[in-house]
Each structure stands twice: as C-alpha cells, then as structure tokens.
C-alpha cells in the first residue's frame, strides 16, 4: 500500500470512527479526497476488514436512532436506508431492531402527545390531523388506525 492510501485509510478510518457510515458515504468522501477506483475500493476493502466499516452495523444503529430519538416509523427508516445503499439482509436486520410492542407504544404516545397540541373540537379533523401527522412520520396507516381507532 503506497503513502498516499494509507493516508488516505487514516484519514477514513478517523471519519468511520467518529459515526457509523455506508460504503457510499466513505466511496463520496474519498472520491472528494481524490481517492477513486480500485484505490478507493482497496481503502473500503480494508476498512471493512479492521471492522472501521460494517453496514449492518450501521443499518441496526441507524433504525434504532431514528425510532427512540426521532419517532420515526419504519417506513420512514427503510425509505432512508435504502437511500443510503442499505438493502436486502441488512435492512431486515435493521427493522427487527425495533421491537412490536415498542413501536406500537410509541405510536399511541406519539399520537396522544400530537392530540393534546391540535386546537380544534371537530373529532373528524382532529382524527384527520393525526393520521395525516403519523403517516409522515413514517407510521403503516393500518397500524395507525387500529391504535386511533382503540381510543375511541
């Protein structure tokens, strides 16, 4: 390995060790340090195996994050980490990351946290304002009806 890639795998094992990353992430910012091709591959290849680099890592991190600390729904997960190249095995490793009771309890207090801020006495509109609000959160709709729909 020449001087300049082992800088340059200096320079990305610092950046995997800060957060986890993709291999798109790293691929991007190598390819703005100059680093591109095999050489790039060759820096990913060996970040992987120091361990500096492991996509179902980041995909479990990731989708656990963004469900506790965001709320987000996995739809909303999956749409993102497949935006980031993360697909098939390590996607479902991902989603079984949040547990069923879990995500259906943070739905309800997601919703009920949300009803307590709408300021309008129509149930329609207030029922309408919440799916609408859960559904971009990244909820399933029929999860989300089912949770509305026990509260009445």
């Known amino acids: ?9 200096r320079k990305a ?4 060790a800060y957060q986890e990353r993709t291999q798109q992430e790293v691929r991007d910012r190598l390819k703005e340090w100059g680093v591109l091709g095999d050489d790039a591959e060759e820096v990913i290849a060996e970040l992987i195996q120091q361990n500096y680099l492991n996509e179902e890592r980041f995909a479990k991190s990731f989708a656990g994050g963004k469900f506790r600390v965001k709320g987000w729904g996995k739809r909303k997960i999956k749409q993102h980490l497949q935006q980031r190249g993360i697909s098939g095995y390590n996607l479902e490793e991902a989603m079984k990351e949040i547990a069923p009771d879990d995500y259906r309890t943070a739905l309800t207090e997601l919703l009920d946290k949300k009803r307590r801020s709408i300021r309008d006495d129509n149930p329609l509109i207030v029922k309408q304002k919440l799916v609408r609000y859960a559904l971009s959160k990244g909820y399933e709709s029929d999860l989300v009806w089912q949770v509305l729909g026990a509260d009445e």
Do not use: R
């Open 13 to 16: 094992a610092m950046f995997c």
């Open 1 to 9: 390995m020449t001087d300049y890639l082992k800088d340059a795998l």
